[in-house]
């Protein structure tokens, strides 16, 4: 019976340092994902002079999971739009969406913000927007990959260590 009870212990322990290592390790790619869908966005708007509805219908076929969900669920509020303005839509799309994903606070703001100048003034100014989002967001970026390259491989080993203990402590 102890030793199901050691390994229990030390699996669960184990797993969780896995999941927040994992987080370290998804937030640079999904930050670099947002980098490329903020892009295109600025290729659609600038040489295509798309509408932010069909360049989003864009994106969704072309980005992987989980940006793409974000564009596919400002899709649907898009569509169902009910007199709203896009930096509400957008706003709401960012709320229930970041909870989905292993990014911060920090990213999140530089995203709202963005979307609170998306469609908002003319091609040259929104170009400017977007190279700022993208200059912030890469920043980002850069800061995730040395967290993950610091933090990844102790988050697994505090995981099965911390496990270890608790079993030494408790037997």
């Known amino acids: 019976m102890k030793i199901i009870g050691i390994i229990l212990i030390v699996s669960t322990t184990t797993l969780i340092g896995f999941a927040l290592a994992k987080r370290y390790r998804e937030r640079p790619r999904?930050?670099?994902?947002?980098?490329?869908?903020?892009q295109s966005l600025e290729s659609e708007i600038m040489f295509g002079l798309t509408p932010v509805f069909e360049a989003a219908s864009h994106?969704?076929?072309?980005?992987?999971?989980p940006s793409n969900?974000?564009?596919?669920?400002?899709?649907?509020l898009l569509d169902k739009r009910d007199g709203r303005a896009l930096t509400d839509i957008w706003s709401e799309t960012t709320e229930s969406f970041w909870t989905q994903t292993a990014l911060k606070q920090a990213e999140k703001e530089i995203w709202k913000q963005f979307g609170q100048t998306l469609g908002q003034s003319d091609?040259?100014?929104?170009?400017?927007?977007?190279?700022?989002?993208?200059?912030?967001?890469?920043?980002?970026?850069?800061?995730?990959?040395?967290?993950?390259?610091?933090?990844?491989?102790?988050?697994?080993?505090?995981?099965?260590?911390?496990?270890?203990?608790?079993?030494?402590?408790?037997?």
């Open 69 to 76: 969900r974000f564009f596919a669920d400002l899709l649907v």
């Open 30 to 38: 999904q930050l670099r994902q947002l980098v490329t869908a903020l």
């Open 59 to 65: 994106l969704v076929e072309q980005l992987p999971s």
């Open 123 to 171: 091609r040259e100014n929104q170009k400017k927007h977007i190279r700022l989002a993208i200059s912030h967001l890469e920043r980002e970026e850069e800061e995730a990959r040395i967290a993950q390259q610091q933090y990844e491989k102790m988050t697994k080993s505090l995981g099965i260590l911390g496990g270890l203990l608790i079993v030494l402590l408790l037997f």
